[in-house]
């Protein structure tokens, strides 16, 4: 049996993520598949996941590592990650040695590779069906462009949240394609949202009806998390879609991407400038950039050194002294 573990502290793009991978990979293999803490999942109310073969046993803090094993399990895989010191972040790839693991195993990770999972699309866009009572196809019209704005703790990071410029520049850019357009917002922040861009209507219904609403959408336009992901990927309706280039640290990059493997088909990728890119084009730059940057010779992050309470305290000082109002709704 192939495991992985729900916990507290993921979005739920993060767990279908874990969840869908650690499927994807015991049917390939022929294994049982199992989820620890299902009743973590932060999506029960509007999808119906069938969460495998019942994991007995095991414990651990948040996150990992375990301090025991569930019983029968055996092994215990933790994806390699890549730490970009000069730019403080990870920038890790498509792991291979998880397509390696023996049956028995415990897999964690962020797993947010299409390879992993591409060539099974049409069973997981089974796995991953929503309730008929929250699938809402009200925006779901020729004329109409979503826009999946991410508000909530991203303001509080400058590399991670997106400038309105970018959504000024996707917009311009979607009007290129269908003149027609007409842009509702789809946020987890609606007070955000509406100073950002209030010249456009903007809801939070809630997770189910949201998630819907992207994934029956016919344009979006999407931020760098990993919410929307699987509507977007599972989408049986959508025609174009726009993402922010180099995902998580689009503000900020020189080339690089955080993550690796955050770079999906079928999107197009905007940069700062308001340019988009195809999959083969940002592809052909990274392949370039890290031979030029010697990408192959970073490690994993090193272990951080404990903090004392002074010092949380003055970071956090910092950190709320640095947030800076204007960034968030620069043009």
Known sequence: MIITELYNGQGLGNQLWSYVVTRTIALDKGFEFGIMCPNKFKGKSFLELD???????GQGPEGGPPISMPESISHYFVEKDTWYEKYYCDIRDYDPELLKIEDNTKIEGYFQSE??????????RSWLRVKTEFDCYKFSKDDICILNIRGGEYKWNQDLILRKKYWIDAISNMLQINKSLNFVIITDDVKYAQA??????????????DYSIVKNAKYLILANSSFSFFPAWTSETVKYIIAPKYW???????GFWACAFNLYRDWMWQDKTGALFSFDECMTEYEVYKKEKELNKLGARPPKEPKS???IA????LNFASKNKN?????
Not at 51 to 56: A, D, E, I, L
Not at 196 to 209: C, E, M, R, S
């Open 51 to 57: 969460f495998g073969s019942k994991v007995k046993g």
């Open 314 to 317: 003055y970071q956090r000082l």
């Open 248 to 254: 998580a640290r689009h503000n900020i990059s020189d």
């Open 196 to 209: 950002l861009l209030p010249q456009y209507p903007a809801y939070h219904f809630d997770i189910g009806k």
């Open 309 to 311: 309470s002074l010092e």
């Open 115 to 124: 390879y992993f999972i591409q060539h099974r699309k049409s069973e997981i």
């Open 327 to 331: 960034f968030l709704f620069d043009k």
